[in-house]
């Protein structure tokens, strides 16, 4: 079946470090890619996402690149505020239409 | 335009009873999905709707159903309530394919 792995939280940054957070997945065919973030006592919300290989995704700073050869879709930013504070999700929907989440990752910033 | 609505915000539930969730999706999305978040298991699905009808379904027992409305608007029912039900419920709507969900703010289900 489809999965999606994301790197270990949590991840604790200064302010204006730079973020990567990893984000690979198993799945046949072309899948979409998302990343969704999610703030404290909130519903998730759409980040960026991208449909095909070497598309880029990108929002509000955050950056993502489908790369089908890694089958990654790593989450970047190149400097953090402590309001980016939240836990990121990266999730694929496959050509069935079925959706599956990583387990999330914990990013603190501290001012 | 309105978001996802989800209702009620909070719920506290008795153990063995049951209880309805209720989800309006964006207009015009005909695809509503829900999910349970526990900090244990994290986002589990449940199960999909579009148009109507049970598209994809997850790994919970026939304790867990929903459905959906001709209007889009879907409810999930969880009969004979069990301590680890006890979870944020997400629903999420989509365009379909390739588009990312939307999310509601979630109903805060408790069971004591």
């Known amino acids: 079946g489809n999965s999606v792995t994301q790197m270990e939280g949590p991840v604790t940054l200064s302010e204006e470090a730079f973020l990567t957070i990893n984000c690979t997945y198993t799945?046949?065919?072309?899948?979409?890619l998302f990343w969704y973030v999610q703030y404290p006592g909130e519903g998730l919300q759409l980040l960026l996402k991208?449909?095909?290989?070497?598309d880029k995704g990108s929002n509000k700073g955050f950056e993502a690149t489908y790369r089908k050869e890694t089958t990654s879709f790593h989450l970047e930013k190149g400097s953090v505020q402590v309001s980016d504070s939240a836990v990121y999700f990266c999730?694929?929907?496959?050509?069935?239409?079925?959706?599956?989440f990583g387990t999330g990752t914990k990013l603190q910033v501290i001012p | 335009k309105a978001g996802v609505t989800q209702t009620p915000r909070y719920l506290i539930k008795t153990r063995g009873q049951q209880v309805t969730l209720s989800c309006s999706p964006i207009s015009g999305h005909r695809s509503v999905s829900w999910y349970q978040q526990t900090p244990g298991q994290g986002l589990q699905f449940l199960f999909e709707y579009f148009s109507e009808t049970q598209r994809n379904k997850g790994n919970f027992p026939g304790r867990f159903s929903g459905r959906q409305f001709s209007n889009s608007r879907s409810e999930m029912n969880v009969s004979t309530l069990e301590l680890g039900d006890s979870a944020l419920y997400l629903c999420?709507?989509?365009?379909?394919?390739?588009?990312?969900?939307?999310f509601g703010s979630g109903t805060r289900l408790t069971v004591v």
């Open positions: 799945a046949t065919g072309y899948p979409s």
């Open positions: 999420a709507s989509s365009l379909g394919s390739g588009s990312g969900y939307t």
């Open positions: 999730a694929l929907r496959s050509e069935n239409q079925k959706v599956t």
């Open positions: 991208a449909t095909k290989a070497d």
